[in-house]
Structures are given as C-alpha cells and as structure tokens.
C-alpha cells in the first residue's frame, strides 16, 4: 500500500521553527486529513494533532497542524530540545479502505 | 486513566503462528476500535489493522490480509491479533492504539510488544 511521503530528515536551530510536511492524494490526505504522531527514541508514538487539525489535551501551543490540498503539515515554533524525535503523519486513504502512514521525519534541534 | 497493555510477543520460526493481546482499561472499552501498529526494528511505523465492535467491522494491511485475523472479548477489554503463516519480515514492536471513531484516532498507544520472527 502507497504510504504518505515525509522528509527524512529536517534540522533547525534552538528556538526556531521547523515546518514538517506530508503529501499525500486526493484519496487520503487531500479528502481525510492527517493525524501527526510524535515518537521519541524507545517510547510509544504520541498524538499530536488529530486530522481535522485539533491538539489533544496537553499538546503545547507551539504545535500546530494545517492542510492545503494533498499536503498536511506540523508547524513547531520555538524549537526545544525535547522537540527532537521522529514525527509520522497518517490518514484514511479511502480508495484502499486502509490507513496509510509517511515513512516519518527526524527532527534534530541544534 | 486510559491504559493498552499489549502482551505475547516473543521469538517464533517462520510459517508459525502467534497470538497478541491488547487489554484495555479506564474508558467504556466496546465503544472504540482498536488499531494495530507495528513497527520493524529501525523502521517506521507500519498500520497492520483495526477493529471495531461490530465484528465484520475491520480492515487490514494487504501485507498481512489472509494471514493475520483480529477478534476482541468485550467481556475481557480485549482485542486479539492471530497472527499465522508468520514470515521474518513480520519482525516488529506491536503496538495497539485507540480509535473514537467520529475522527479522532490515535489517541492512546501501549508500550509495545516485541515479536521476532526467526529460525
């Protein structure tokens, strides 16, 4: 099953921005929307955003999801260093009747 | 508060079967589906399957179809992957993880189970 595509890799300074992206199609992304996951070194993945782009309980403010068509994205303002993980999007992909996920970005924060 | 518990990973040679569990606890249990998640040593994560209450309710990966089964036990708050015909690239953490359904998925995970597929 064709997953969602995710940078490997995005590095950003202490305190800036890092936007992650996720493409999809209109089976998936484009019509569901997109859940991002944040996973740390040995941990269970974590949700972040759910896929009409609402943070759970507990999420910090400096996260915040959007879409614009086929592509979703995580905006994290004012990086810190707990910020460094690996992030997943994920989505319904209709035509499979499947979940799909992207192959995940490695956040560093320098 | 809301707890997934997965148990029965452990090391079995390939065409073998194996049976995980998901036991669930702190929220009304046969309201939600579950997802399974795996997830290959040094990998991403790879959705493998969810169910829901109503037992023809549930979907799978095609990478598992016809080879790995999901049933629950509303009595017990638990959710079963029958996982048969196992093969070394079904090597993986096994996570479960909750599904509201109304779109909100994802929103509790367990720590994972460590099933290692090998002769």
């Known amino acids: 099953q064709a997953g969602l595509t995710q940078p490997p890799s995005v590095s950003k300074g202490l305190r800036q921005t890092a936007t992650l992206t996720c493409t999809g199609n209109s089976n998936n992304v484009g019509n569901e929307g997109a859940v991002w996951l944040q996973q740390h070194q040995g941990h269970p993945p974590k949700l972040l955003s759910d896929r009409n782009n609402n943070r759970p309980s507990g999420i910090s403010e400096r996260l915040s999801a959007s879409r614009s068509g086929i592509t979703a994205s995580l905006t994290i303002t004012g990086l810190q260093p707990e910020d460094e993980a690996d992030y997943y999007c994920?989505?319904?992909?209709?035509?499979?009747?499947?979940?799909?996920f992207g192959g995940g970005t490695k956040l560093t924060v320098l | 508060q809301v707890q997934l518990v997965e148990s029965g990973g452990g090391v079995v040679q390939p065409g073998r079967s194996l049976r995980l569990s998901c036991a669930a606890s702190g929220f009304s249990f046969s309201s939600y589906g579950i997802h399974w998640v795996r997830q290959a040593p040094g990998k991403g994560l790879e959705w493998v399957a969810v169910l829901w209450n109503a037992a023809n309710d549930k979907y799978s990966a095609d990478s598992v179809k016809g080879r790995f089964t999901t049933s629950r036990d509303n009595s017990k708050n638990t959710v079963y992957l029958q996982m048969n015909s196992l093969r070394a690239e079904d090597t993986a953490v096994y996570y479960c993880?909750?599904?509201?359904?109304?779109?909100?998925?994802?929103?509790?995970w367990g720590q994972g189970t460590l099933v290692t597929v090998s002769s």
């Open positions: 994920s989505a319904w992909d209709s035509s499979l009747s499947a979940w799909v």
């Open positions: 993880a909750r599904d509201h359904g109304n779109d909100y998925e994802f929103d509790y």
